[in-house]
């Protein structure tokens, strides 16, 4: 079992920045990717970003493309989201996933089994 818990969500301003992390523990191996996920009021949760836990493959939304930026500390067991010029449409529940497919889920979230409880960024005009 993996457990997630994210942090670092909040209120801002639009065109500001935040950064979420989300820590993982509960296991002596790594995932093959992480991800971060989000669900805005009466929509559906929609994929993010994701990144390999070892390798480099990346993948974003087109909508984040450019704004986002996913990392990760193996150390640390960490996964961050730096998200820069927020914008309204932005606001939504962030969730983190884990999954043991790789090297990249192809955004999909039925190959995530494990899932952080979410975060709220909500972006005011």
């Known amino acids: 079992q993996v457990q997630l818990v994210e942090s670092g969500g909040g209120l801002v301003q639009a065109g500001g920045s935040l950064t979420l992390s989300c820590a993982a523990s509960g296991r002596t191996f790594g995932p093959a990717v992480m991800g971060w996920f989000r669900q805005a009021p009466g929509k559906e949760r929609e994929f993010v970003a994701e990144?390999?836990?070892?390798?480099?493959?990346?993948d974003y939304a087109d909508s984040v493309k450019g704004r986002f930026t996913i990392s990760r500390n193996n150390t640390k067991s960490t996964l961050y989201l730096q998200v820069n010029s927020l914008q309204p449409e932005d606001t939504a529940v962030y969730y983190c996933?884990?999954?043991?497919?790789?090297?990249?889920?192809?955004?999909?979230?039925?190959?995530?089994?494990?899932w952080g409880q979410g975060t709220q960024v909500t972006v005011s005009s």
């Open positions: 990144i390999n836990w070892t390798g480099p493959s990346i």
């Open positions: 996933a884990a999954s043991d497919y790789g090297p990249l889920s192809g955004r999909n979230a039925k190959k995530y089994a494990y």
